[in-house]
């Protein structure tokens, strides 16, 4: 694959302030000065797309957000994927598991995943109808023995994706195991493990999608990706990129893993 990776900044709510948020984007903005062979991302809180967006865009840094609302018009404190485009925004993290497990909370077992992943479904859709390319996160909550967590992951990419096959030229996926996320490097998945589920992502993209498209998705991975490990995820993993949590909220930090990424 010739493409260039994809590294994706997940600020989650790390920087809380907007003078936080900008004082990074302009240190990034010289960072990337003679950067090449790596393509950089910040999904910002909605608050600081827009100042973020102004400050990076004589960069190719792209910017976006972090879930956009699966509906238009009356509701109230939602964010409408036009919304986030209007203000700077190319792209948004759809189905991010801490969204998931907002919807999640109050309900037992898995009988409310239907609900979450028609909710994931609607968001993604929207994003996509407004020119956003879609991030789409899927990840099991635990790895189990039986292979369980395998189909819960082909259930999630299939409804997500269910009707909107003709979207999936701009889409992204993100496979972030919920188990991995906010540990540190040592805790992380191992690549020869990322490895096995990426295959078997794109094999169930492939089944979902037209075949030619699914495999031109880029398929990255999120769950404490730290410069330690970085470098032998990208490479014996064989993912398209990452999706940065903590790691991401300080910029030295986070470039080091940039670095790690070029081709
Ligand atoms: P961490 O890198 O903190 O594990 O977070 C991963 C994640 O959720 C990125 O979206």
Redesign the pocket.
């Known amino acids: 694959m010739t493409r260039k990776r994809l590294v994706v900044a997940?600020w989650k709510m790390y920087l809380e302030s907007a003078d936080g948020a900008k004082e990074y984007a302009r240190a990034l903005k010289r960072k990337m000065k003679g950067l090449t062979g790596v393509e950089v991302a910040i999904a910002a809180p909605a608050p600081f797309i827009s100042e973020v967006a102004a400050i990076l865009e004589s960069t190719p840094v792209r910017i976006g957000a972090q879930t956009v609302s699966g509906y238009t018009g009356a509701h109230t404190g939602e964010m409408s994927a036009a919304m986030a485009r209007s203000v700077g925004a190319d792209f948004a993290i759809i189905g991010?598991?801490e969204r998931r497990a907002l919807l999640r909370q109050g309900y037992e077992g898995q009988a409310f995943e239907p609900k979450i992943n028609e909710q994931v479904h609607r968001e993604l859709v929207q994003a996509a109808s407004a020119g956003l390319m879609p991030v789409l996160c899927v990840g099991e909550l635990a790895h189990s023995e039986d292979g369980a967590h395998v189909a819960f992951v082909a259930e999630q990419l299939r409804s997500a994706l269910v009707g909107a096959q003709s979207l999936a030229g701009k889409l992204v996926v993100a496979y972030?195991p919920v188990w991995a996320?906010?540990?540190t490097a040592s805790d992380a998945m191992k690549p020869a493990e990322v490895r096995e589920m990426v295959i078997f992502i794109r094999k169930t993209l492939a089944d979902i999608l037209d075949r030619k498209l699914a495999l031109k998705v880029p398929v990255l991975y999120?769950?404490?990706?730290e410069p330690d490990n970085a470098r032998g995820l990208i490479e014996e993993g064989d993912v398209a990129g990452f999706?940065?949590?903590?790691?991401s909220a300080d910029v030295a930090t986070f470039f080091e893993i940039v670095s790690q990424c070029k081709k």
């Open positions: 997940n991010h598991s972030e996320i906010g540990k999120g769950g404490s990706v999706l940065v949590g903590h790691a």
